[in-house]
């Protein structure tokens, strides 16, 4: 005795062929899934770099400045551990293309190993925007000395108060670039 399904399709050959390409589709969706994400792996495109390279010619930002042809085919197939590209880090300032009089930076760190495999872009950049300031041979330094910061000179008519912001992610997370979501708590 045939079930509803095997009925139906044998009085509608066309929907025999509908439901071979439904369950083609379904078993090509499991066995082409992309493979896992490795440190600095390599990603496999269809076309060629120069084919993909944002059009940067009216964009004021760092980034722009730094990003050439040549960089981005060196850079964009790599990959960090927990998956950052390069085309991720440079999004902000390809949909944002800056103010005529004000230079952004115009990219983002998705994670701590971001300044390292993207290192040919991202070094320009810090050296640009911290006036020559080299991450490769120079050394942040850094005082949280409190007693420094009590003689600050302010106006006494027009300045009733000042904030300091400081923020920092976690060695071994993401930073505030890859965040995509905030947890209640």
Known sequence: MAGPFSRLLSARPGLR???L??????????LLRPEPVRA??????????SAEYPDLRKHNNCMASHLTPAVYARLCDKTTPTGWTLDQCIQTGVDNPGHPFIKTVGMVAGDEETYEVFADLFDPVIQERHNGYDPRTMKHTTDL????????????????ASSLHSSRATRGGTCCGGCTEWPEG
């Open 17 to 19: 062929l509908l439901a």
């Open 40 to 49: 600095a792996s390599e990603r496999r495109r269809l076309y060629p770099p």
């Open 145 to 160: 000395d409190a007693s420094k910061s009590q003689n600050w000179p302010k106006h006494p008519r027009t300045q009733s």
């Open 21 to 30: 390409a439904g369950a083609g589709s379904l078993a090509a969706g499991f």
